[in-house]
C-alpha cells in the first residue's frame, strides 16, 4: 500500500468485498483461477451480475428472478444465451468465425427452431418437443 500525498494511491489484495450497512455482502472483486472476477449481489443475496474475463475471454452475465443473459466473447466470437425464470436455455445467439447463428427452445430447454448462415449460405432447421430434426428449408 502506498500513502503518497493526500490518500492512499494503491491497495493490493486477492479478494475485496462491499458490504451494506447491515454487514450483508453487496459486491465482491476477487482473483479467481482463470482470472479477475466481479459480482454484485440483489437484496436476495444472489447474483444478479457478474463480469469475468478468463482464459477463453470475458463474460458478461445478468440475471433477476426472472431469467438470465450471458455475453461471451470468446476467441472463436460472440455468443449471448438468454434462460427463464428456472434457468432453462430459450434462446441464443452466435456470432463464430465459420457460422453465425440462431437457436430457440422451448419451457424444456430444448431445441425447437435454428437459423444459420455460414459459407455455404442459410440453413434454416425445426426440432421437435425431443431436439429430433423435423423439418430443414430446401
Not at 465459420?98 to 447463428?101: D, K, L, P, R, Y
Not at 455455404?120 to 434454416?124: A, S
Given at each position: 500500500m502506498s500513502n503518497e500525498g493526500s490518500g492512499v494511491k494503491e491497495i493490493r489484495a486477492n479478494r475485496f468485498i462491499l458490504?451494506?450497512?447491515n454487514g450483508k455482502t453487496r459486491a465482491e472483486i476477487s482473483m479467481e483461477?482463470?482470472?479477475p472476477c466481479l459480482h454484485l449481489f440483489g437484496e436476495n443475496d444472489k447474483v444478479c451480475l457478474g463480469l469475468t474475463v478468463g482464459k477463453?475471454?470475458?463474460?458478461?452475465?445478468?440475471?433477476?428472478?426472472?431469467g438470465s443473459a450471458y455475453l461471451n466473447v470468446l476467441k472463436e466470437g460472440t455468443t449471448l444465451w438468454l434462460s427463464d425464470k428456472n434457468g432453462k436455455s430459450r434462446a441464443g445467439f452466435a456470432v463464430l468465425e465459420?457460422?453465425?447463428?440462431l437457436?430457440?427452445?422451448?419451457e424444456n430447454g430444448n431445441k425447437r427452431a435454428g437459423l444459420s448462415v455460414d459459407k455455404?449460405?442459410?440453413?434454416?432447421r425445426?426440432?421437435?418437443?425431443?431436439?429430433?430434426?423435423?423439418?430443414?428449408?430446401?
Open positions: 458490504e451494506d450497512e483461477k482463470d482470472g477463453d475471454g470475458p463474460c458478461l452475465m445478468l440475471r433477476d428472478e426472472n465459420e457460422w453465425t447463428g437457436g430457440l427452445c422451448d455455404d449460405g442459410p440453413d434454416l425445426l426440432f421437435d418437443k425431443n431436439s429430433r430434426p423435423i423439418w430443414r428449408a430446401p
